[in-house]
């Protein structure tokens, strides 16, 4: 192995996906993980890069896998699933990251790009100022798991700069983009997209950075980020209204005409975080609208500053963000091609894998 070899925890992922073809872009030696013990999933299989089977569970799986790597990024985090009670995602989620943090140190990796979320710069309520790198979350000043969670680890991470272990800390802001398989954000634009959401929030903002921003922004932090620091990679403001308006003009669907406001957003919140709670049917579906309106509820604005001004990140425009998001979904059959017809021509961005494979879904 040589200095420049890098270790992608979750490299299979949306977010792990697209900076592993970032980091083999920029001419680093690397390798990615996936979780199944089956190959790497379709819509990276186009990347020249070394796979593996990675399992956080089972640290016998980590230590061969991040053994002679000059620098790690975790892209892994754990997704809570509905139904699953926040005590216990939160102890599976600690415990993996320590198994993969522990193996680190001792293995003498020496740097880690550790990717968190925006929501653990987020407060109680939304002011007039801008989020920024010094506001924290409060754990339990909400009921969404996926706040307390990513907290968790975050808080967990400090422990580990604090025994001399050299990570920085990636805060993404809601992300979109082709690549897109599973995520929340992801599920929120198809609801949109397929018609499947019943309310049209008005009042309420949320930052959107597009994927192959972010993971451009991933590989500057691994190489210019500071010890300890965080970095908001975010992109544009918008106000959900007027989100929910650009992916209805690009996909064709009609928007609801039944609004909230964010003064009566809190009810919904909590009626989506019963149904992700109880593992109700839909509770997918609910969780993504409750993180957003929870993520648009606490913030009016996010501070781009550090990121821009250490790292050089990157933003593009988001409308391009949005058509590239809807093609990927209309291309791998996640939205029907014949509602899609504002998305044609495609973006060459959102053709991953190749024009023969685009070509096989039409």
């Not at 990251?97 to 880690?112: F, H, N, T, Y």
């Not at 909400?142 to 025994?163: C, G, L, Q």
Request: hydrophobic content about 40%; charged content about 20%.
């Amino acid at each position: 192995m040589t200095a420049q070899s890098i270790a992608v925890v979750g490299g299979s992922g949306f977010v792990g996906g697209e900076v592993v073809r970032r980091l083999v872009a920029a001419g680093y030696d690397v390798h990615g993980s996936f979780r199944t013990e089956k190959a790497p999933p379709w819509h990276v299989d186009d990347v020249n890069c070394s796979w593996a089977h990675v399992d956080l569970d089972h640290p016998a799986t980590i230590a061969p896998f991040v053994r002679d790597m000059a620098a790690v990024v975790h892209c892994a985090g754990h997704v809570p699933q509905p139904g699953q009670e926040l005590a216990g995602a939160r102890q599976v989620a600690v415990r993996q990251l320590r198994s993969l943090l522990d193996i680190c140190l001792a293995s003498g990796v020496r740097r880690v790009v550790y990717v968190s979320s925006i929501t653990t710069a987020l407060q109680q309520l939304a002011s007039s100022e801008d989020v920024d790198e010094t506001h924290r979350y409060v754990p339990g000043s909400t009921s969404n798991i996926h706040f307390e969670v990513k907290a968790a680890m975050e808080a967990e991470v400090y422990r580990y700069v604090a025994s001399g272990l050299d990570v920085v800390i990636a805060l993404p802001t809601v992300v979109l983009g082709p690549g897109d398989r599973r995520s929340w954000a992801g599920r929120f634009v198809r609801s949109v997209a397929a018609d499947r959401l019943p309310l049209r929030p008005t009042g309420l903002t949320i930052n959107i950075v597009d994927v192959r921003d972010l993971a451009k922004g991933v590989v500057a932090a691994l190489q210019r980020g500071r010890t300890g620091r965080r970095y908001i990679l975010g992109g544009t403001d918008i106000e959900l209204s007027e989100l929910i308006e650009a992916v209805a003009d690009v996909s064709g669907s009609t928007p609801s005409a039944m609004t909230i406001d964010a003064l009566r957003a809190a009810p919904v919140i909590r009626l989506a975080q019963r149904a992700v709670q109880g593992g109700w049917p839909g509770a997918r579906r609910a969780s993504s609208i409750a993180t957003i309106f929870e993520i648009a509820r606490r913030s009016n604005g996010i501070s781009r500053k550090r990121a821009a001004g250490e790292l050089n990140a990157p933003t593009r425009r988001l409308q391009h963000t949005i058509r590239d998001t809807v093609q990927w979904f209309c291309r791998v059959g996640y939205l029907d091609w014949g509602n899609q017809l504002r998305c044609w021509p495609p973006s060459p961005d959102s053709l991953y894998g190749g024009l023969d494979r685009y070509r096989s879904f039409c």
